[in-house]
Nanobody, 125 residues
């Protein structure tokens, strides 16, 4: 069973940047999609960005142009570069992965079976 471990969260002021990392415990070549989700207190977990093994990426409208997802399969690591952060980006961020995600469901949490424990991102105004 692949384990996912996130890191890189923290506290920043609005306009700042953070880079999240998600390292898998084993190779990820057979995992077609990996993604980032976030959950703010009292809200549903929502998809932020996802990327397939060929580098095709999808983003939520709320982060398009500010966040960049990337994947280093050789290092079994997924990244999320977050720029121009806003207070509404404050949430626990989770890494997710699965072998069988359909392209039209890549930002749906129900499509993923593997999850990390999360890393907190706090953006102050």
């Amino acid at each position: 069973q692949v384990q996912l471990v996130e890191s890189g969260g923290g506290s920043v002021q609005a306009g700042g940047s953070l880079r999240l990392s998600c390292t898998a415990s084993t190779y990820t070549y057979n995992i077609n999609y990996m993604g980032w989700f976030r959950q703010a207190p009292g809200k549903e977990r929502e998809g932020v960005a996802a990327i397939d093994s060929d580098g095709f990426a999808r983003y939520a409208d709320s982060v398009q142009g500010r966040f960049t997802i990337s994947r280093d399969s050789a290092a079994n690591t997924l990244y999320l570069q977050m720029n121009n952060l806003k207070p509404e980006d404050t949430a626990m961020y989770y890494c997710a992965a699965d072998r069988l995600v359909r392209r039209w469901r890549v930002l749906e949490k129900a499509a993923y079976g593997l999850w990390g424990q999360g890393t907190q991102v706090t953006v102050s105004s």
